[in-house]
């Protein structure tokens, strides 16, 4: 599937690992491939407020994955979301219900920084299986649409056909299949 990735598209890939390993995070999820896109510019031709974006993400992460549908779920139930947050966030520290940490990052990171050596740079970390089927959309979504290739454009549309925190903070910002497509065919 990689060698119809266009460069750029490929580029979107390596930088979700990136972001991922910047997190330490122990796998690479679908707002991993977000901030990718925005990173690259992919978003620029939308017109949006790329920190608001992330800004939202890191807002979201914090309700540990929970998206604004499960959120309203739990409120018809009688749970409010926001004061449970609260409340671990009082015991266990602020961002406790974002992605747990790698596993590899225990003690031998530990020492490894007390005697002044960096951790390795490459480290394999895995796709999410949100992430996996977002690609495998992207595939999918070019194939439709007959295009050659698959290009950011392709990995845009299919996050924002992924239900969850990716497609409504995009949608928060105005970012729409509609308005892509439109990108895409300009």
Do not use: C, W
């Amino acid at each position: 599937m990689f060698e119809r990735f266009t460069s750029d598209a490929r580029d979107a890939v390596t930088g979700a690992v990136a972001r991922a390993r910047e997190a330490d995070a122990a796998s690479v999820t679908e707002e991993h491939l977000l901030l990718s896109l925005l990173d690259l510019g992919a978003l620029d031709a939308l017109d949006v407020n790329g920190p608001a974006i992330t800004a939202d993400l890191a807002a979201a992460g914090r309700r540990g994955g929970m998206s604004r549908a499960d959120e309203e779920a739990l409120a018809g139930l009688g749970i409010d979301l926001s004061e449970i947050v609260s409340r671990i966030e009082e015991t266990h520290g602020e961002g406790a219900l974002t992605a747990p940490a790698s596993r590899r990052r225990g003690l031998g990171a530990s020492l490894r920084t007390a005697l002044g050596r960096p951790e390795p740079v490459r480290r394999h970390v895995p796709l999410t299986q949100g992430a996996k089927k977002a690609l495998e959309q992207s595939l999918r979504i070019a194939l439709g649409r007959k295009d050659g290739h698959i290009g950011t454009p392709h990995l845009l549309l299919a996050l924002l056909t992924r239900p969850g925190t990716v497609s409504e903070v995009l949608a928060d910002h105005g970012v729409t299949y509609a308005r892509v497509e439109a990108v895409l065919a300009a």
